[in-house]
């Protein structure tokens, strides 16, 4: 997809993030008009003001998408507004458990599976049936390099990125024959303020800048997922042909120190 073409339009959700708005500065360009959503205003403001420099168009809205009927209803507004081409869900949540818990707290459990899964899910559900009706389109979910393992001091966060990956993958086969793309983008760990608050070790860092441009790089290819940096896609190989006892027993030792 050219983030050149005329009247192309960009709808990014989790802009007022750092992957988020590193997305939106990459595809800002003359002829491209930006659909920037987030729950910080202030954050999205200045965001726009850097892509209108750029040459693009921008709108913003300022929501949660933890409240999933009003999430899907502003979707449907946006895109009865101006059709969108490419929608990029990047809104997402990372936690772990704290270390005075045995078991990841309830709250936190509900609150990371509301946005890393059931929103998006809903939300690119509702794109995508629209996308379908005009036989075109392109979707992009956010999930992660952590859903390709049983993380047992991030199982909310694992888990939700599971669920995630296997919708993107099915949807995409639903829609594939109907002109419509989807792509699943599985990152590790990204040098972001949400990122850095996290505790523990982060190998192979990657800026948003960097993950940006490679996700625009999979949705040029029509990628399926895109998984970075490709050590991350060894590993997942890695856990699936271990057995399960010594599997086990190397993801209890990645917990960090509490």
């Given amino acids: 997809m050219n983030s050149g073409s005329p009247q192309l339009k960009i709808l990014v959700t989790g802009a007022s993030g750092g992957l988020g708005g590193a997305l939106a500065r990459h595809y800002a360009a003359s002829g491209v008009h930006l659909a920037l959503w987030g729950r910080n205003l202030r954050r999205l403001t200045e965001l726009a003001e850097t892509c209108r420099t750029r040459g693009a168009t921008v709108t913003l809205r300022s929501l949660d998408i933890a409240d999933i009927p009003a999430a899907v209803a502003a979707l449907i507004e946006e895109d009865e507004a101006r059709s969108v081409d490419l929608a990029l869900f990047a809104s997402g949540l990372g936690d772990i458990r704290a270390a005075t818990d045995k078991v990841e707290d309830p709250g936190l459990v509900a609150r990371l599976s509301v946005i890393n899964f059931a929103a998006p899910a809903a ?3 509702a794109m995508a049936a629209r996308m379908v009706d005009r036989k075109s389109g392109r979707i992009v979910l956010i999930g992660s390099a952590a859903a390709f393992h049983a993380l047992p001091f991030a199982a909310a966060y694992s888990g939700s990125k599971a669920g995630l990956t296997r919708f993107s993958e099915a949807l995409r086969l639903g829609v594939r024959e109907h002109g419509v ?6 990152p590790g760990f990204i040098d ?3 990122g850095r608050q ?3 070790p982060k190998p192979l860092m990657l800026q948003p800048e960097e993950v940006a441009a490679r996700i625009a790089q999979a949705v040029e290819r029509g990628k399926a997922h895109a998984v970075m940096p490709w050590p991350f896609a060894v590993l997942r190989l890695f856990d699936r042909l271990l057995p399960r006892p010594m599997r086990d027993r190397l993801l209890l030792s990645l917990a960090p120190p509490g």
């Fill in 123 to 125: 939300m690119a559900a």
């Fill in 181 to 186: 793309g989807v792509t699943l983008v599985s």
């Fill in 192 to 194: 972001t303020a949400a």
């Fill in 198 to 200: 996290v505790p523990g």
